[in-house]
């Protein structure tokens, strides 16, 4: 027995089957037909709609689905890494890194290194606008009163202080981000050294206080 009918098959059928029941189930399919056009007549413009905003919402999927990939892709590109290590002769690549982790600071740099010069107040020259800096250095260090006085100048506040408490150089953002950095930032690219992102933040809280603790006057 057959499931489905069509208008053109009944039309054929009737035209076959004569009997009382085959005739009256034919009229009744036929009206069913006509009512079924009258319904889609009186309805099209619903269902242009309809067929609007379906074609609209396939092409807004389309353009979120682009959006939201080309985002995972620059994350995934721009992912920041925890350790990055320079070889000898890679000063630039070595400067350009230490100068985009001294602009994230967005109040205040503190610097430990116990070699410093002129050439370290080149890369903290910069750091974004009313970033205070603080550079904790060995007392016979190489920066002098005049250098510091003609950073201040420019490029305001640098404060200068004093402790033999550090081996290693960690670079600090606004006191809450911290990195390792294994030379001296004055000899960043001349030797191979390595940046850490250091993961615990209790270990920043730390720092800072064997800072309070272990300055010299």
């Not at 230490?98 to 290194?113: C, G, H, V």
């Amino acid at each position: 027995m057959p499931y489905v009918f069509t208008e053109q098959g009944i039309a054929m059928l009737s035209a076959v089957l004569r009997s009382e029941v085959a005739v009256r189930v034919s009229i009744n399919i036929m009206k069913a037909f006509v009512e079924m056009r009258r319904f889609i007549s009186n309805n099209a413009v619903m269902f242009e709609r309809i067929s609007a905003v379906e074609l609209r919402q396939l092409q807004y999927q389309e353009q979120t689905d682009a959006k939201l990939e080309q985002i995972f892709e620059y994350i995934s590109e721009h992912e920041e890494s925890t350790q990055k290590v320079f070889f000898e002769g890679q000063i630039y690549d070595a400067f350009g890194l230490l100068i985009s982790l001294i602009q994230k600071a967005e109040k205040n740099i503190t610097l430990i290194d116990g070699y410093v010069d002129v050439d370290t107040l080149n890369l903290l020259c910069k750091k974004n606008d009313n970033v205070s800096i603080i550079i904790y250095t060995r007392e016979k260090t190489k920066l002098s009163d005049a250098d510091v006085n003609k950073f201040n100048a420019q490029y305001p506040t640098l404060n200068v202080k004093y402790t033999k408490a550090f081996h290693d150089r960690f670079l600090i953002l606004d006191e809450k981000i911290a990195y390792h950095i294994g030379a001296s930032l004055k000899d960043a690219g001349k030797k191979c050294f390595a940046v850490s992102l250091l993961q615990d933040a209790g270990v920043v809280q730390d720092i800072l206080q064997r800072l309070e603790l272990e300055t010299e006057e």
